[in-house]
């Protein structure tokens, strides 16, 4: 059990790593640091849209529409905080 537990953190840990990667590429292209005309970095960010762009669908439907500002990222960040907070404190259920 308890590798079950370790790869439910490390599974949390992947996301918290990509909606971070996901936040701080798209102020790169929004400053324009990055290029998306750039293969690598079109296909990067392609590829976060499609995994992180569900998840942030199903947050925005609740959230209410500010100007400018998407907290769909910030607050999947704090559910996945949160979810590890949750399962460190039930680490006895695993053992």
């Not at 953190?9 to 102020?27: E, P, T």
């Not at 529409?65 to 999947?76: N, Q, R």
């Amino acid at each position: 059990m308890t590798s079950l537990f370790q790869i439910l953190l490390m599974i949390v840990d992947i996301a918290k790593w990509i909606v971070l990667a996901h936040v701080i590429m798209s102020w790169l292209i929004n400053f324009q640091v990055l290029n998306l005309r750039q293969p690598l970095v079109a296909q990067l960010w392609s590829g976060l849209n499609r995994i992180l762009e569900p998840v942030y669908a199903r947050v925005r439907r609740f959230v209410p529409t500010t100007a400018g500002l998407d907290f769909a990222p910030l607050i999947v960040l704090v559910a996945i905080y949160a979810l590890r907070i949750v399962l460190m404190n039930n680490i006895a259920a695993f053992y």
